[in-house]
């Protein structure tokens, strides 16, 4: 998981909820250099996807006490109404991983940038302003496997499972993360109690769950 772009100092990007229905688009940015490497790598920091629930919460808690890091929310009503406005998933994430980056650039001295690869190389490039248009971006596949995107992974997931809590919470039900079955389930449940109008703050409208549960 060691990268040599660690000792000079790393920025790694990550996002939660792109394929979850319910709740938010969180993207992280988290900074990782030669003296908070060796915690990081000693608590078992590694990509969140390999993590329990109740690991991710307890290893964000300590990447928080550690490394500088932004986190970009993006909920539901908002999520929706950009996507009406952008048409495409790619782009929107490629706005909130620039955004995560430029506010962390105000607050360390960083010239790389690591993140995993989506869609086209060149989006996020193109959605960086002044400050991460200094930077060197690099964009690569399985990026997980480097502590620091692994740290913005778990930060990233630590967020939209405390955001989509919330949000079942302030609605009285357990809103399933995923798209699968039982996330239908919930999105029947949610409409019987709160209406079809109500939808827009939980879900992300565009899913293939809409329709196919709605219609």
Not at 84 to 109: G, P, T, Y
Not at 136 to 151: H, S
Not at 184 to 210: I, P
């Amino acid at each position: 998981m060691k990268d040599d772009l660690i000792a000079e100092g790393l920025i790694g990007t990550d996002e939660a909820g792109k394929g979850d229905y319910f709740g938010p688009l969180v993207c992280a940015a988290c900074y990782v250099d030669s003296e908070t490497y060796p915690i990081l790598l000693s608590e078992g920091v590694r990509d969140s996807k390999r993590l329990s629930n109740s690991r991710a919460f307890t290893l964000a808690r300590l990447i928080k006490a550690n490394c500088p890091n932004n986190l970009i929310v993006i909920l539901p009503a908002k999520y929706n109404q950009l996507y009406e406005e952008i048409h495409n998933v790619n782009r929107l994430l490629a706005w909130a991983h620039a955004k995560a980056i430029e506010n962390l650039l105000a607050r360390v001295d960083c010239q790389n940038v690591l993140s995993d690869q989506f869609g086209n190389e060149n989006l996020i490039q193109n959605a960086l302003q002044e400050r991460g248009r200094q930077i060197k971006l690099i964009q690569r596949t399985k990026a997980e496997e480097n502590i620091a995107v692994a740290a913005a992974s778990i930060l990233a997931r630590d967020e939209f499972l405390r955001r989509l809590k919330a949000l079942s919470e302030k609605f009285g039900l357990d809103l399933h993360p995923g798209a699968g079955a039982p996330t239908d389930e919930s999105l029947v449940n949610f409409v019987k109690m709160h209406g079809r109008e109500k939808l827009s703050e939980v879900a992300k409208l565009h899913f293939k769950n809409t329709r196919k549960v709605l219609r």
